[in-house]
């Protein structure tokens, strides 16, 4: 928990438009703040903070939420790290509990 709150307060923010982002409404989008505000009763501390953007899928590294923005998806690069350092410790695990009872 970081302590820091974005705003709810829509903003009109400059338009963006390029290969990969594309950031054509209020931030955040007015139609969402309803969400943010359930999300701010029921989820867990922890996760408050969050950037008030809804995700509506990502593609490789962008996300895109259902109102017609897309961002570079630079989180992802926490998980990878966290996935690979945790296959590595997981494969040599697995490794070693799969030959020792094959054999």
């Known amino acids: 928990m970081s302590g820091y709150a974005f705003s709810l307060t829509p903003k009109q923010v400059p338009y963006v438009s390029t290969n990969y982002r594309n950031i054509q409404t209020m931030i955040p989008v007015p139609e969402s703040v309803s969400i943010f505000e359930s999300l701010e009763r029921y989820e867990s501390r922890s ?25 570079i998806d630079f989180t992802s690069t926490i998980s990878q790290s966290v996935d690979f350092n945790s296959f590595s410790k997981t494969n040599l695990s697995s490794g070693f509990i799969c030959k020792n009872q094959i054999s």
């Open 47 to 71: 996760m408050h903070g969050q950037l008030p953007v809804v995700w509506d899928r990502a593609e490789d590294f962008q996300v895109f939420d259902p109102y017609g923005n897309s961002w």
